[in-house]
């Protein structure tokens, strides 16, 4: 498989079956397109969790930081 490029019917497989994100980088800020990737994600009805350690203790669109995937990863077993 060419990893440089992806065929649309391939990526479309895949977001298909995705049922949550985790978003690293995510931002309270509602001006940065991390904001707008999980505010499109909670619309689509997908499970996501905000990955930022600068903002743990706060929440995005009702779901709380993480600090780190791993935290983000045990959360959803």
Same mark, same amino acid.
């Given at each position: 498989?060419?990893?440089?490029?992806?065929?649309?019917?391939?990526?479309?497989?895949?977001?298909?079956?995705?049922? %949550?994100?985790?978003?690293?980088?995510?931002?309270?800020?509602?001006?940065?397109? %991390?904001?707008?990737?999980?505010?499109? %994600?909670?619309?689509?009805?997908?499970?996501?969790?905000?990955?930022?350690?600068?903002?743990?203790?706060?929440?995005?669109?009702?779901?709380?930081?993480?600090? %780190?995937?791993?935290?983000?990863?045990?959360?959803?077993?």
């Amino acid at each position: 498989m060419n990893h440089d490029t992806y065929d649309d019917n391939y990526i479309r497989g895949i977001l298909n079956g995705v049922k %949550s994100i985790a978003m690293v980088g995510a931002s309270p800020v509602n001006v940065r397109p %991390s904001y707008f990737c999980v505010q499109i %994600s909670g619309a689509a009805r997908l499970r996501h969790d905000p990955v930022n350690p600068g903002h743990v203790g706060k929440a995005l669109m009702g779901k709380p930081f993480v600090a %780190s995937l791993a935290i983000s990863t045990a959360r959803s077993t």
